[in-house]
């Protein structure tokens, strides 16, 4: 077990690409003195295909590709479940983190619902969520400053995700981290212009009662919009610190 690796993934979301984990992964190779790390492509129809390199040393890199940009959250984390079970076969390794953005955050929610259904899957331990669309989309199931948090944090409001994911909170990893990071543009909306401040922070309601550890990470101001939070240099230290230094 001393051997073992605690690989790390990087996933998009909805319309990214290599371009959206990109800055995240630089800032983690100088963070570990590292240069390579493997890329894993899924197409259209579920085939993963690898380029670069599962390096030998502690924690791994893998950044995810989905050939499909317009794939949604169920879709995401039926082909990242499939691509924990590839690896796993490939390399020694039972335990993983991982870092997603906007529905790729999301995602990754809901491969953690499946993990005590199914045993051989690697255990998720330590998760970012960037900009996660947890409660709806504004235009898609959100309107600016319409669903609220109460003072239970419970929201006023559930999407059908949402409610998915309440409905399956029993699943959540009890001994999991989640650093949960959302921007709030400062104008009249409450969001990152696309993702709403209440339905990024619905998700504490099912994760904070159960889980080992939940941060809140708010970044306020023009930084914060949805697309440029992936590539904020304090977000980037923040995330680096919570994956590869925190025990």
């Not at 992964?25 to 197409?43: H, T």
């Not at 947890?134 to 609220?148: K, Q, T, W």
Request: avoid cysteine; charge should be positive; charged fraction near 20%.
């Amino acid at each position: 077990m001393e051997n073992e690796q605690w690989p790390v993934f990087y996933i998009h979301g909805f319309r990214g690409g290599d371009y959206t984990t990109e800055k995240m992964i630089d800032s983690a190779l100088k963070f570990n003195n590292k240069k390579q790390y493997l890329k894993a492509n899924i197409n259209w129809r579920g085939k993963i295909t690898y380029e670069g390199r599962w390096t030998d040393d502690l924690h791994p890199i893998i950044q995810v590709i989905f050939q499909n940009k317009w794939v949604g959250s169920n879709q995401i984390s039926y082909w990242m479940s499939k691509l924990l079970f590839d690896l796993r076969t490939k390399h020694n390794f039972s335990t993983y983190d991982a870092i997603g953005h906007s529905l790729g955050a999301v995602a990754l929610v809901l491969v953690n619902l499946k993990e005590k259904s199914h045993p051989y899957i690697p255990k998720l331990k330590k998760l970012v969520l960037i900009a996660g669309p947890f409660n709806g989309v504004i235009g898609l199931g959100d309107l600016p400053n319409v669903n609220r948090i109460k003072d239970n944090g419970r929201p006023a409001f559930m999407s059908p995700t949402y409610f998915r994911i309440f409905l399956g909170r029993n699943g959540i990893s009890k001994d999991l981290k989640v650093l949960n990071i959302y921007g709030n543009v400062e104008d009249f909306s409450n969001s990152d212009k696309y993702i709403s401040v209440t339905s990024v922070k619905s998700i504490g309601y099912i994760l904070e009662p159960r889980v080992k550890e939940y941060i809140d990470y708010p970044v306020n101001g023009s930084n914060a919009e949805h697309s440029l939070l992936h590539d904020d240099s304090g977000i980037l230290k923040m995330v680096n610190g919570f994956i590869y230094t925190k025990l």
